[in-house]
């Protein structure tokens, strides 16, 4: 697996991916996450994935030279979040192809986050989920290292604020 660096012509793959995340969740009965129409049909939904692809670090991970998944990152929280009282990197996006599910493309796109917070000199990295249905959403980033801080609605949705420190680089000798 390759994580490459990805930017504003991403929109249409991360839409993609959104689409079957969406269609796999309805078949598995969990619609309440990101409901159960596809995110391309949604014209603000376009809109905000457009906007995170062109101002946000957009990573993508290649599995043989395809897309498996994509992760955005940036300096601070969506709105609907409060900014952390210390820099961070922000996890705003990540979805996998659900065709490399359960191939730890998630979980090796989460390190590449916490490679760029050393990187960056940064010690938090924060992300938020979905904190509803079985929790298993939230256990999902609790198995990669992060720690719940708080719960929080937007609208009806409910939501789960993790975080995780991260050690400096190590000195160069």
Same mark, same amino acid.
């Given at each position: 697996m390759e994580i490459i660096r !990805? !930017?504003?012509?991403?929109? %249409?793959?991360i839409l993609a991916m959104l689409d079957g995340a969406v269609a796999w969740l309805v078949r598995n009965g969990r619609p309440g996450q990101w409901g159960s129409e596809p995110?391309?049909?949604? %014209?603000?939904r376009v809109e905000r994935i457009t906007a995170i692809a062109r101002d946000e670090d957009v990573w993508v991970a290649r599995v043989d030279g395809r897309p498996a998944g994509v992760m955005a990152t940036g300096p601070a929280p969506p709105h609907y979040v409060s900014a952390a009282d210390e820099p961070e990197l922000y996890i705003g996006l990540l979805v996998t192809d659900r065709e490399f599910a359960g191939h730890g493309v998630g979980s090796a796109l989460i390190?590449?986050?916490l490679d760029e917070a050393r990187r960056l000199g940064v010690g938090l990295v924060r992300v938020d989920c979905y904190g509803g249905d079985d929790g298993r959403l939230v256990g999902y980033y609790r198995g990669n290292g992060f720690d719940p801080v708080r719960t929080f609605n937007v609208g009806e949705w409910p939501g789960q604020l993790l975080s995780q420190r991260v050690d400096s680089p190590p000195a160069s000798a």
């Open positions: !990805g !930017g504003a012509a991403d929109a %249409p793959l995110w391309s049909a949604d %014209p603000k390190a590449h986050a």
